[in-house]
């Protein structure tokens, strides 16, 4: 009986016609936001983190091979233009997983 009691008034609570109904989010917005996000965004830098560790690798190792300071340093400026480069692109990809996880709820 008690749970019968309990039940109605969470359906009063939530329910369409309460002016509460509107502030909190439904299940799918939830999902999309709290559960989706997270991971998405996780795969995303650990693989962004991933490919940097590699480029960097190749960098070291490309400037161990280095003959003189000039070449070293053309090498040097040319790693830290591509990887602003790719700081900057990933950045977006990141902008666009959240602004993606936003669109399911504006279609619900």
């Not at 019968?4 to 439904?26: C, K, M, Q, V, Y």
Request: proline share 5%; charged share 20%.
């Amino acid at each position: 009986m008690a749970s019968e009691t309990n039940r109605g008034e969470t359906s009063r609570a939530f329910g369409a016609g309460d002016p509460w109904s509107g502030l909190i989010p439904d299940a799918a917005l939830w999902t999309s936001f709290g559960v989706d996000l997270p991971f998405r965004l996780s795969a995303e830098i650990l693989s962004f983190a991933a490919r940097r560790l590699q480029a960097q690798s190749e960098h070291v190792a490309a400037i161990g091979r280095c003959k003189s300071p000039v070449e070293a340093l053309k090498l040097q400026l040319a790693f830290v233009t591509r990887a602003m480069s790719e700081y900057q692109r990933e950045a977006g990809t990141l902008s666009q997983d959240v602004a993606d996880s936003a669109r399911p709820a504006r279609a619900a």
